[in-house]
């Protein structure tokens, strides 16, 4: 098992940048809730609507319901700027398109810090990813690298006049390659709360285990906490640019 260090904090503002409304939800909420509290500047930007992440309800209903869902989710953890760039939901495909618009993104938001989804196969042994995530994921690590580098996409110079913009680092969430963690005893519960504000997604899902998103959020904050010796933390894999 890799050892856990301190995420440093040393930043003023962060892009998280996902796949679908609620991916950032299951712990990074609750990083987030820490640092907006800090008064860093944090933003979102997600790929999707989500309009395929509920089976009973038709998909033009489904988007506008989570993304409603994910705007309320976010003010509760201090994040008022939400985008959304509508990329088919389940059938994200990486390649140059999604790479321009990260970049794009980047370059226009000037983050300090990128944070994005696990983009490796699997979460853990026995437990595969899904195509959207390790597609985004992916195309974040390559998009930011692109947004520092004025000869990739140049059109966003010459077009858009959009500089390029050089990010410190990248935090992966839900990551089997964590070698990083942040304390979130005292952010915790806007973390929940956030989960929460998904609300007909959750009861989309129809598993049991979803239904109190405290209690399917507290073992694996405490797990880590435990490893770390806080209360709650958060795990992340820490990608130095």
């Known amino acids: 098992m890799t050892e856990l260090t301190v995420v440093p904090e040393d930043f003023s503002s962060a892009l998280a940048i996902v796949a679908h409304p609620d991916d950032l939800e299951y712990g990074a909420a609750s990083a987030i809730a820490r640092w907006t509290g800090q008064g860093k500047k944090v933003d979102y930007l997600l790929a999707t609507c989500g309009e395929a992440g509920i089976d009973a309800i038709d998909p033009g209903r489904c988007a506008e319901l989570r993304v409603a869902e994910e705007l309320a989710g976010a003010r509760l953890v201090g994040v008022d700027e939400v985008e959304f760039l509508d990329y088919p939901d389940g059938m994200i495909v990486y390649g140059l398109d999604l790479r321009c618009d990260i970049a794009r993104a980047v370059r226009r938001v000037r983050p300090d810090l990128v944070i994005t989804i696990n983009h490796h196969d699997q979460f853990g042994p026995g437990r595969y990813n899904q195509a959207d995530h390790i597609a985004v994921g992916r195309a974040v690590i390559d998009g930011v690298r692109d947004a520092a580098n004025r000869w990739v996409f140049p059109e966003l110079v010459s077009d858009e006049h959009l500089e390029p913009w050089s990010a410190k680092r990248i ?54 906490g435990d490893e770390v010796g806080v209360r709650h933390a958060v795990s992340f894999e820490v990608i130095e640019l």
């Open 171 to 224: 935090l992966v969430s839900g990551s089997p390659q964590a070698n990083g963690w942040v304390d979130v005893t005292d952010s915790f519960d806007a973390g929940v709360a956030s989960l929460a504000a998904h609300q007909e997604y959750l009861a989309g899902l129809g598993e049991n285990t979803m239904s109190d998103p405290r209690a399917f959020l507290e073992p694996i904050a405490k797990s880590v």
